[in-house]
């Protein structure tokens, strides 16, 4: 069983497409994210949500936008592709640290390529 | 600004012998601190924890230490194999965890 699933693994797009990644997980776990891993594969945060709530929000463009409906989907709305969106996007999701010695668990990835 | 840095973007080992990477922050006290693996084309998947009040972790021939007053983790492979061979993050945090740019570590038969 895949704990975390993200869909689509690939997508392809145009510029100022406005489109979704989903993500869910069926380990039970208190919060979900996503990170952007660039290019030079780099990974960076972009938000988490912790019992639907959201807990950090990088700085990253008001083009995107996490959506929760429940405690085990996270998805990503974006808006007006740009170029420099182009990248691998992550899901992952934890337990509270506290009370786990366990770390977080991501998604196989989806490579967004926007031309 | 909260700093990372695995000070070796590539380490290249021959096989038995222990790889050591090094993870240094700046400018912040983590709570935690993580070591991940990420193999071509997938996710990190998580390989250890330690927090700031433990000096030194292990699982299987990892080890991992965690010294809070030098700012810097490192993290050992004993036994090393060609099947160690990954990219290897670390990500010392509180409630958001950031990584280090990584090492690509390449263990030769």
């Known amino acids: 069983d895949t704990a975390v699933s993200q869909t689509p693994k690939y997508l392809v797009t145009q510029m100022g497409n406005d489109k979704s990644i989903k993500c869910e997980q069926n380990l039970g776990h208190d919060t979900m994210y996503w990170y952007k891993q660039d290019s030079k594969k780099f990974l960076k945060i972009m938000f988490s949500?912790?019992?639907?709530?959201?807990?950090i929000n990088e700085t990253v463009p008001n083009r995107f936008s996490p959506k929760s409906p429940d405690k085990a989907h996270l998805n990503l709305h974006i808006n007006s592709l740009e170029l420099g969106d182009s990248a691998v996007y992550f899901c992952?999701?934890?337990?509270?640290?506290?009370?786990?010695?366990?770390?977080?668990?991501f998604g196989s990835g989806t490579r967004l390529t926007v031309v | 600004s909260q700093k990372i840095e695995q000070n070796s973007e590539a380490l290249n080992i021959q096989e038995g012998k222990t790889a050591t990477l090094t993870c240094n922050y700046t400018n912040y006290s983590p709570a935690y601190l993580q070591w991940y693996r990420q193999d071509p084309g997938r996710g990190p998947v998580f390989l250890l924890l330690i927090r700031e009040n433990e000096k030194e972790k292990r699982k299987e021939r990892l080890k991992v230490t965690f010294d809070t007053t030098l700012k810097q983790s490192l993290f050992h492979i004993t036994a090393s194999q060609p099947a160690d061979s990954a990219t290897y993050l670390c990500?010392?945090?509180?409630?958001?965890?950031?990584f280090g740019a990584g090492t690509r570590l390449t263990v030769k038969p």
């Open positions: 990500a010392p945090h509180n409630n958001d965890m950031r």
């Open positions: 992952a999701s934890s337990r509270a640290l506290s009370r786990s010695d366990y770390g977080y668990t």
């Open positions: 949500y912790n019992n639907k709530e959201l807990i």
